[in-house]
């Protein structure tokens, strides 16, 4: 049965407009207060090198964190790197990475990712948004992902389910595609956070701000959200 859709009101001390000013004003506050609640935010995935960020990243794609993290172990245990992982069956990949979901399209992306690193670009993890998007199952999530987490290069912000729902909540962006969120979601926040917005909101949507309802009441950003229950 899916979840009911609570009923909104809009927050009658916001205004029915806002200039790109005053949202970027908001936006500024907004990071202030979740990186003072979240101070050590960061990705949920567990990774030593690029090369384990990227492939763990890949696997997420419509999985949770917590599943990627049972999973990875082993397979870094038997394919450490490119070189190893290339190598691989497509059918010893598949096997460890079943309970992700998707596992065959993800094996074979795992497989041409490896493969492709080995031929082009010598076994190691590109530091380019361009490079990286040539890679089998990588779009913009995962580059931004692994361009920001491991090299600190700031080029886009990651959107993920929870950055997507809470950024419409918050009156940041009204668009369902990722890549338009992003969109509108650089030119609010600053560069510098780029990285620390997905992360700090990925944290208050699994906290706070949940899909099934937005817990409100108390929330630390309730006062400067255009809409709350």
Known sequence: MAAPTL?????????????????RARAATVMERLLDHFPETRTALDWKTPFELL??????AQCTDVRVNKVTPELFRRFPDPAAMSKATQEQLEELVRTTGFFRN????????????????????????????????????????????????????????????????????????????????????????????????IDHGRETCTARTARCEGCLLADICPQRI
């Open 55 to 60: 492939i763990a990243t890949i696997l997420s």
């Open 7 to 23: 009923p909104r009101k809009r927050n009658a001390d916001f205004p029915s407009r806002e200039s790109l000013t005053a949202q």
């Open 106 to 201: 993800k094996a074979k992306s795992l497989l041409g990712t490896a493969k492709r690193l080995m031929e082009v670009f010598d076994g190691e993890v590109p530091q380019t948004m361009k490079e990286l998007l040539t890679l089998p199952g990588v779009a913009r999530k995962t580059a931004n992902c692994v361009l920001g987490t491991c090299f600190g290069i700031k080029v886009g912000v990651v959107v993920d389910t929870h950055v997507g729902r809470i950024s419409r909540r918050l009156g940041f962006t009204r668009e369902a595609d990722p890549v338009k969120v992003e969109r509108d979601l650089m030119k609010v926040f600053e560069q510098e956070l780029w990285v620390k917005v997905s992360h700090s909101m």
